[in-house]
């Protein structure tokens, strides 16, 4: 456990780090490489953190604290995850907020329950929301900024509705800490300040210009003290009042005039959106899966979230190549000049085609349950051994196969859905928070307000103070194409009252014979989130790597295209081998914000990314 007299010379010490990675504003790599949530601010090596009674991990250190006082205190790991998500909301708005959306999973013991806090469209909203008036799609950035892309925020609601049945301590206790830092001010951390310098569009927000930037455009500087009076008035409604202080009244009126005022895109966000919003609990997706001899149970989020189904898919369809026999070979010294393991060329290219036919399988089905039908009936036929042993004969295990290059959809079923696959475009944001307390409980809770900073609206609350909060972006995860060419529709289009399918994939991990949690892992990263998270599993099952070890990994993925491989990270003669076997292959930044806790004995062992600011604390 960090003391606190630790935490201030390590927030120093973070604060006085060169940025080793260029900065790039979303969106501005080339077409055929993935467009970055957020751009890179840097890597700086972690070492992992034991604990023994409770520990939390966040992906700001200000927000851990909070966590660690609650968790000190005798709070839940809701009431942790509470806290968390409030100072996120002020020291990492670029990634997360109250006026975003979550997916959370509580385990208490080894029950799982899943809660879906994700926006939803507006019920005026329909499927022409993201087409010009030419009937083409939007340019990405034109349906982003502005209030046409904001929906129903849902994060504050759904974290209500957990911490009513497993709260322990008051609602209003949990805020004490953001509202403190708000009020008192906060050290401004070198990625907010560099994310802030790249950002095109934000300062085009009056308020959010007077907050975040000087009278000359200039970004506040890392190191400075920045206050948020407004938000913390807000909070101090929240926390007197619940989620309803935030979806009715002042505050809420702040929102839909933001959204419907904006001077050249508004929205349709109205106030019976965010008065009429439910927060969801759902079914979880569990699914064995076996490595090294033991079967493990890996739970995360159903649809609206395709995350716990990809991965899923692509660590059941490994299991029937050779890749369990596969180590990690000697890297090429990693980023920063730090020694370094990676994945070798013939297991990357298993990994990368399972990626490409999850993705396929992605792209045709998965939408917002409450608006399409599951194939075959049940979301867990993408999951049936059976339909991913014949997905895996389409990889080519042997030696010098070659890469699948773009796959097509499965049929998992007997009737062929209806829908046609979506097309690939970006998606973006997130933050993600790992809790284990000392009553028994875990929590996995990936947070988002989309796009880096949202959609670039920021508003006070109707508090009429400096600073406030920014809205999400959320719609854009909707596909701005409703129809294909032969007028079937896309599963995941806009619909009035829709949850859009997201990546984010928060995962808890059980031993199946003993029922104990083995692990609560996630990150942000769009739709790497799948394969950020998919890394950091298969290295502590499979390799028998710690947590840290095993986020510290190289990156790399598929999103049925391209291989994508974190830069710098892979010899030469990797990449070559990937080429050699027919794969499009891109290195480029990658930059993952994981976070996760072990089981071990005695105790609990946490990581944090090294690519972001996140800290692990613990007793």
């Given at each position: 456990?960090?003391?606190?007299h ?22 501005t ?19 992992g953190?034991?604990t023994?009674?409770?520990?939390v991990?966040?992906a ?5 604290q ?8 005798g ?13 996120l ?8 907020g ?12 080894s ?5 879906d806090?994700r926006?939803t469209?507006?019920?005026?909203a329909?499927?022409?929301l ?9 340019p990405?950035?034109d ?30 206790q ?18 907010l ?8 569009y ?16 200039t ?6 003290t ?6 913390a ?31 050249r ?24 899966y076996?490595?090294?001899a033991?079967?493990?149970v ?7 979230s ?27 010294g ?23 036919l999850?993705f ?19 979301w ?20 010098g196969?070659?890469?699948i ?6 049929v ?6 209806a ?11 997130t ?20 796009d ?27 596909s ?29 991990v ?42 510290d990994l ?53 990581g ?12």
């Amino acid at each position: 456990m960090l003391s606190a007299h630790r935490l201030r010379r390590w927030l120093i010490g973070a604060l006085g780090l060169s940025l080793l990675a260029a900065c790039s504003a979303p969106g501005t790599l080339g077409s055929a490489a993935f467009a970055q949530p957020e751009g890179s601010s840097g890597y700086t090596p972690k070492p992992g953190w034991a604990t023994t009674r409770f520990a939390v991990a966040a992906a700001n250190p200000l927000a851990t604290q909070a966590g660690y006082q609650v968790l000190k205190a005798g709070g839940s790991a809701i009431d942790a995850a509470v806290a968390v998500q409030m100072v996120l909301s002020l020291v990492e708005p670029q990634s997360s907020g109250i006026g975003g959306g979550a997916f959370l999973l509580h385990a208490e013991g080894s029950q799982v329950e899943a809660f879906d806090g994700r926006e939803t469209a507006p019920m005026a909203a329909d499927e022409q929301l993201f087409l010009g008036a030419d009937g083409k799609p939007l340019p990405f950035y034109d349906a982003v900024v502005g209030g046409r892309s904001v929906g129903t925020p849902g994060t504050v609601r759904m974290l209500e509705m957990a911490h009513r049945q497993y709260g322990r301590l008051p609602w209003a206790q949990l805020f004490a800490p953001a509202i403190e830092l708000a009020d008192r001010g906060f050290t401004v951390s070198p990625r907010l300040a560099a994310l802030l310098r790249d950002d095109k569009y934000l300062k085009d927000d009056p308020v959010a210009a007077a907050y975040f930037y000087q009278a000359d455009g200039t970004p506040v500087e890392a190191g400075s003290t920045l206050k948020n009076p407004a938000l913390a008035d807000v909070l101090r409604q929240i926390a007197s009042q619940g989620a309803d202080a935030m979806l009715t009244g002042q505050v809420a009126q702040s929102i839909v005039a933001k959204v419907q005022k904006h001077p050249r895109r508004p929205g349709q966000l109205a106030m019976s959106d965010l008065a009429g919003y439910r927060a969801r609990k759902r079914e979880p997706i569990c699914s064995d899966y076996t490595a090294n001899a033991k079967t493990y149970v890996l739970c995360g989020m159903p649809p609206p979230s395709s995350g716990a189904l990809a991965i899923g898919q692509i660590l059941g369809m490994l299991t029937y190549t050779p890749a369990s026999g596969m180590s990690l070979v000697t890297g090429m010294g990693g980023v920063a000049g730090t020694a370094g393991l990676t994945p070798s060329a013939d297991w990357l290219h298993l990994y990368l085609d399972a990626a490409r036919l999850a993705f396929a399988d992605r792209a045709q089905y998965v939408a917002d349950p409450d608006f399409v039908q599951p194939p075959a009936g049940s979301w867990m036929s993408l999951l049936a051994p059976d339909y991913l042993a014949g997905r895996a004969k389409l990889i080519q295990a042997q030696s010098g196969g070659q890469s699948i290059k773009t796959a097509q959809p499965g049929v998992p079923g007997v009737i062929r859905t209806a829908y046609a696959p979506m097309p690939d475009q970006p998606e973006h944001g997130t933050s993600h928070i790992s809790i284990v307390d000392g009553y028994g409980n875990a929590v996995a809770m990936t947070t988002t307000i989309e796009d880096q900073f949202g959609a670039r609206l920021m508003t006070d609350g109707g508090t009429g103070k400096a600073g406030g909060f920014l809205l999400n972006n959320e719609l854009t995860d909707f596909s701005f194409v409703p129809f294909d060419d032969a007028g079937k529709p896309v599963a995941n289009r806009v619909q009035p009252g829709k949850r859009p399918r997201s990546s984010m994939a928060p995962t808890l991990v059980f031993d199946k014979a003993t029922r104990r949690l083995v692990m609560t892992a996630g990150s942000p990263g769009g739709a790497m989130i799948i394969h950020y998270t998919a890394k950091t599993l298969y290295g502590v099952l499979n390799w028998g790597l710690n947590a840290q070890q095993a986020i510290d990994l190289p990156n790399f993925g598929s999103l049925n295209g391209p291989s994508l491989l974190e830069a710098n990270r892979f010899a030469p003669a990797t990449v070559e081998a990937l080429r050699a076997r027919g794969a499009e292959v891109h290195e480029q930044p990658l930059t993952s914000g994981l976070q996760a806790i072990q089981a071990r004995p005695g105790g609990w062992f946490g990581g944090s990314d090294p690519r972001r600011e996140g800290l692990v604390l613990g007793d």
